[in-house]
């Protein structure tokens, strides 16, 4: 909601009130400010987003060749994509951790925003996305995610 708002803002003072404020000869209105708001939310939406999508199991799957392999195999694949998953997971939380670190003594130059806190989106998706791979690793699929696949196939659909 944030950046559509921020977008709607950008628009409305780039193209409306420029026209304004430049007929009625004032001083003009300093909206650099949009840009950056816009940036950084879809930094952090970006981040907690990928973990909202592995959380919920919506992260895009390629299933060209499992659906054929033996229910135990299938398992064995579903562990290695989500351990997979969790390190790369734990891959962003490290190195944004380290990123936000170098960087946290810098600001943005429009909203002076220190960007340790930009760049610790990063890191939080990163960890969120390690918690929720290895839960799902571990919890194992649904009851029925290997074996309607595997009753569909020997009913010849």
Do not use: C
């Not at 290695?80 to 810098?106: D, E, M, P, R, V």
């Not at 760049?119 to 990163?126: N, P, R």
């Not at 290997?146 to 009753?151: D, I, L, N, Q």
């Amino acid at each position: 909601m944030l950046a559509i708002a921020d977008m709607l803002a950008g628009v409305f003072f780039r193209y409306i009130m420029t026209e304004v404020t430049d007929l009625l000869d004032l001083d003009p209105i300093n909206f650099f400010w949009v840009e950056e708001v816009g940036e950084f939310s879809l930094t952090w939406l970006t981040m907690i987003g990928a973990a909202i999508g592995i959380a919920d199991r919506i992260h895009f799957t390629l299933q060209v060749l499992t659906h054929h392999l033996p229910i135990r195999t299938q398992h064995a694949i579903y562990l290695i994509n989500h351990l997979l998953i969790a390190g790369f997971g734990g891959l962003a939380a490290w190195f944004g951790t380290k990123l936000a670190i170098t960087n946290s003594a810098l600001t943005s130059p429009a909203l002076q925003i220190n960007l340790g806190w930009v760049y610790a989106a990063v890191s939080v998706g990163g960890a969120l996305i390690l918690l929720y791979g290895l839960g799902l690793a571990f919890s194992g699929p649904e009851a029925d995610d290997f074996e309607e696949e595997a009753a569909t196939i020997a009913a010849g659909d």
